[in-house]
């Protein structure tokens, strides 16, 4: 959609002035707006906000055979693009280290890593933002870091929970939609006791953003409450393999919420968990895995895209869209397989103490 004059300058500022990783814009859809700094006195029109969607998908990485899916970056991520197109926003957890270089992290049985082609895949299948804040977003250590922080500037591509200390990796992401002012933080509570003190981004060090200090975490939250209309957090969270959310999980919920998060969803799993309302808010305790090697038809096969429509801090719907990983990539269900693999979704709400409605 061409952009009108106005429109396309105030985007130009916004791309011009944006100071980190997690400020960058894509290109707008409809009805977005890029965030820039009035530079006129006169009063603003008071803002008309609209119902949007966000869009949400699992774990993602292109190790293995997923790799040579980046040579085609635009339609690496299959036939589920559509579902991420379709809605106003769209976010994944990029679970990898962008490098092609480093040594790997010690003592870790998997480390991952990508080169900066997984930006423009993503870009290409309508995924607008990604956090890099898990338990692989440093497997390749300093160097790794180093490399994953150069490749995000150079592309300018959106991404969340790193950065080159605590201030950038606990930096929103900011996007006006329809009129609303969203703000998106990532953060991980998943690290390797070992590697804590070498991944955790502090006011002197690179790194990523740590759920583990809540304090630092909670403080984004009320920050980014103060200047949005919705606050949405993004977790690496729970435990592999677990299809009940753990007490850490169920102990941080509720804080990010008082806080001012109106939604709160995460991944780590490999499997689906429940989701529902806590409150007036949205909690997915559970996103599984999503451009994933190694899955399991019956278990870390079972996939899909949690949509929610949402004005400001209202969430009026979640829409949940089931797939199968077919060779790596996420497969929309159809007929009544869909329809079973719905209901049993929501089952997984059972064991998380949220509810079907606020």
Not at 10 to 38: D, I, K, N, Y
Not at 324 to 331: A, N
Request: proline residues 7%.
């Amino acid at each position: 959609m061409r952009l009108p004059p106005a429109a396309a300058a105030v985007a130009l500022a916004a791309a011009l002035t944006a100071c980190s990783a997690a400020e960058s814009e894509t290109p707008e859809r409809r009805g977005e707006t890029a965030t820039a700094e009035a530079t006129s006195p006169s009063p603003k029109p008071s803002r008309v906000r609209k119902p949007f969607t966000i869009a949400f998908g699992g774990d993602v990485h292109f190790e293995g055979g997923l790799r040579a899916r980046l040579n085609s970056p635009r339609t690496a991520l299959g036939p589920i693009a559509g579902v991420l197109r379709d809605a106003d926003l769209a976010m994944v957890n990029l679970e990898t280290a962008i490098t092609t270089g480093g040594t790997p992290a010690p003592g870790k049985q998997f480390a991952f890593r990508a080169p900066a082609s997984a930006f423009t895949a993503l870009k290409a299948a309508g995924v607008d933002v990604v956090s890099m804040a898990n338990n692989h977003g440093m497997d390749f250590m300093e160097t790794g870091l180093a490399d994953s922080l150069a490749a995000i500037k150079r592309s300018k591509y959106p991404v969340v929970g790193i950065g080159r200390n605590d201030t950038e990796a606990y930096r929103p992401f900011r996007r006006v939609v329809n009129g609303n002012r969203v703000s998106i933080i990532g953060a991980t509570q998943v690290l390797d006791d070992h590697l804590i003190p070498a991944w955790t981004a502090t006011p002197d060090k690179g790194g990523l953003a740590s759920a583990k200090n809540e304090t630092r975490l909670l403080r984004a939250v009320r920050q980014a409450r103060k200047q949005s209309d919705t606050v949405i957090v993004h977790l690496h969270w729970g435990t592999e393999m677990q299809k009940c959310p753990n007490p850490a999980q169920l102990s941080l919920a509720p804080k990010l919420v008082k806080a001012g998060a109106d939604v709160v969803v995460g991944g780590h799993a490999h499997i689906l968990l429940g989701a529902g309302y806590l409150g007036n808010a949205y909690v997915s305790y559970g996103l599984g895995n999503f451009v994933f090697y190694h899955s399991s038809p019956a278990t870390t096969g079972r996939t899909g895209v949690l949509t929610l429509t949402l004005n400001g801090r209202k969430v009026l719907k979640d829409t949940w869209t089931p797939a199968t990983i077919q060779g790596g990539v996420p497969v929309p269900m159809t007929g009544s397989a869909r329809t079973q693999a719905v209901a049993d979704w929501k089952a997984l709400r059972s064991c998380t103490g949220l509810s079907t409605r606020p």
